[in-house]
């Protein structure tokens, strides 16, 4: 497979909303681990002291470690779904040029005979060569 592909807009969609959910995930991911394991007290920990500011704590019993594997989680999920949706396009359009190229070669192998069928109608005013 020498030729590329270039990816389509809704490809590249898909693949940006991928990375900004695993970005947000690891970001997350990592200020839970800073602030489950952040030595010292719990009242200068930065990062659990945030979490009772910021829209987590309000209606969710969970921290940013969990919040941060459940959205590296979503962006496993987007990633696998739109590869094999994209990847199922990609054959559909490699087997569609190869079937292609088979007719073609067919096509050019059988000799073509050419019929006429109508016959052709003479001018009756043209004058007739001597």
Known sequence: MSEKKKLGKAELTWYVIGGIVLLAGIVFFIFGCIGNYYPGK?????????????????????????????????????FVIALSNFAKEGDRDAERAARRKQRQLSFEDEPVE????????????????E
Do not use: C, H, Q
């Open 42 to 78: 719990l009242s200068d920990n930065f990062v659990n002291s945030s979490e009772f500011v910021i829209w987590l704590r309000g209606w969710s019993k969970m921290d940013l470690y969990w919040w941060g594997l459940i959205f590296i989680g979503v962006a496993a999920l987007i």
């Open 114 to 129: 050419v019929t006429v069928t109508e016959k052709a109608v003479e001018e009756a005013n043209a004058p007739k060569a």
